[in-house]
């Protein structure tokens, strides 16, 4: 596997992987802490770091839709990369604006966090198919 390949994986896999660790451990320590204090700090840390994964991510994975194009796997690649632009406007138009709001107020936490983890379990359902995609798409020659 070509080492732009490996390294367009890497970054899918591990985003999936990090969003996946959120929901499944961070999230459930937050609800056991019912703290609002680790809520914001979370929204703020994540809110500043996270888009520039995303778009990462895509540039990536147009970068290997061009590398890939004729091929096998172009329409698992290119699938993937829709998937990508989903979720970053999933997030833009739904995630962040709740986001905003647990950093602006703690008072309605408990409602915006559930709200949040609902719509970030959807998020990380598709970026983990996105990976799936992209490795079939790869793996085909």
């Known amino acids: 596997m070509p080492i732009f390949a490996l390294l367009t994986l890497t970054s899918v ?29 979370l929204a703020r840390w994540l809110g500043k770091k996270m888009p520039f994964w995303y778009g990462a991510n895509l540039l990536l994975l147009i970068a290997e839709a061009i590398l890939h194009r004729h091929t096998a796997g172009e329409d698992l690649i290119l699938a993937a990369a829709a998937i ?24 309605d936490w408990l409602v915006l966090h559930k ?3 609902n719509l970030h379990r959807l998020r990380v359902a598709f970026l983990t198919l996105a990976f799936v995609l992209l490795a079939g798409g790869l793996g085909i020659h």
Do not use: H
């Open 115 to 117: 709200r949040w983890d």
């Open 13 to 41: 896999g591990l985003l999936a992987g990090c969003e996946l660790a959120l929901s499944l451990f961070v999230n459930p320590a937050i609800w056991q802490l019912n703290g609002a204090q680790y809520v914001e700090l």
């Open 84 to 107: 990508q632009i989903a979720m970053i406007l999933c997030s833009i138009f739904f995630l962040v604006p709740i986001n905003n709001r647990l950093m602006a107020s703690q008072k």
